[in-house]
Nanobody, 122 residues
Framework: QVQLVESGGGLVQAGDSLRLSCAASGRTFSSYTMGWFRQPPGKEREFVAAITSSGRSTLYTPSVKGRFTISRDNTKNTVYLQMNSLKPEDTADYYC???????????????WGQGTQVTVSS
């Protein structure tokens, strides 16, 4: 069992930066692939980024590549999403998730946080 708690969301202006954090409980954090997903208002949840258990490999959706960076600290049981050059279309609830494989799909992830809201004004 893994419990995930996101933090770091807020209201920012276009062009600003935010860093989201996701703190995990449990001793097995380092064995999980971690992902960030987002759900814009009125839309389905979508993949943002993922990082393998070791942190050696990452994957991004094209719309955030070059602006967002996913990282993890297995000594702190935490995964981060550094978001730079934010755009209004990045507005969404952001969720972290833990799974056993690196995927852009929702289903392979077994554990989810409660989400943190990010609003980017123009």
């Amino acid at each position: 069992q893994v419990q995930l708690v996101e933090s770091g969301g807020g209201l920012v202006q276009a062009g600003d930066s935010l860093r989201l954090s996701c703190a995990a409980s449990g001793r097995t954090f380092s064995s999980y692939t971690m992902g960030w997903f987002r759900q814009p208002p009125g839309k389905e949840r979508e993949f943002v980024a993922a990082i393998t258990s070791s942190g050696r490999s990452t994957l991004y959706t094209p719309s955030v590549k070059g602006r967002f960076t996913i990282s993890r600290d297995n000594t702190k049981n935490t995964v981060y999403l550094q978001m730079n050059s934010l755009k209004p279309e990045d507005t969404a609830d952001y969720y972290c998730a833990a799974g056993r494989s690196t995927s852009t799909l929702v289903k392979p992830y077994d554990y989810w946080g409660q989400g943190t809201q990010v609003t980017v004004s123009s």
